[in-house]
Nanobody, 124 residues
Framework: QVQLVESGGGFVRAGGSLRLSCAAS????????MGWFRQAPGKEREFVAA????????YYADSVKGRFTISRDNAKNTVYLQMNSLKPEDTAVYYC?????????????????WGQGTQVTVSS
C-alpha cells in the first residue's frame, strides 16, 4: 500500500511561487499515476494536475495552465507541483493522490490513495 506525504505549503503573496512535494513510500512508485487536487473551504475537491508513470503525459486544470507545472522523480519516489504567479483563488488545501493504472485521470474517485494535505494560502 502506497503512503503519501505532502510538504511545501505555506503563506505567499499574490504573484509569488511555491513548490509542493509529495513523497511516496510502500509501493512501486514508477508504475503509479500521480495527481494533485485541492479543496477550498466550502467547496468540493477539484483536480489540479496529473502525470503519467514516465512523466511523458501531463494534464492540467484550465485554471492553472501556464502557471503550475507537475513533475516527478521516480528515483526519489517524489512528485512535485511548481506553482507560479499564485492568485488568492489558489488558496486551498492541496492533496496528492496515487492511481495504480495506466491511464491518467482527472477525477478524485479515480484515485485510491491520498496524502494528508498541505495548506496553501495566497494573500492579495
Amino acid at each position: 500500500q502506497v503512503q503519501l506525504v505532502e510538504s511545501g505549503g505555506g503563506f505567499v503573496r499574490a504573484g509569488g511561487s511555491l513548490r509542493l512535494s509529495c513523497a511516496a513510500s510502500g509501493g512501486t512508485f514508477s508504475t503509479i499515476v500521480m495527481g494533485w487536487f485541492r479543496q477550498a473551504p466550502g467547496k468540493e475537491r477539484e483536480f489540479v494536475a496529473a502525470i503519467s508513470w514516465t512523466g511523458g503525459t501531463t494534464y492540467y486544470a484550465d485554471s492553472v495552465k501556464g502557471r503550475f507545472t507537475i513533475s516527478r522523480d521516480n528515483a526519489k519516489n517524489t512528485v512535485y507541483l511548481q506553482m507560479n504567479s499564485l492568485k488568492p483563488e489558489d488558496t486551498a488545501v492541496y492533496y496528492c493522490a496515487a492511481r495504480r493504472a495506466v491511464r491518467v485521470a482527472t477525477t478524485p474517485r479515480d484515485y485510491g490513495t491520498w496524502g494528508q494535505g498541505t495548506q496553501v494560502t495566497v494573500s492579495s
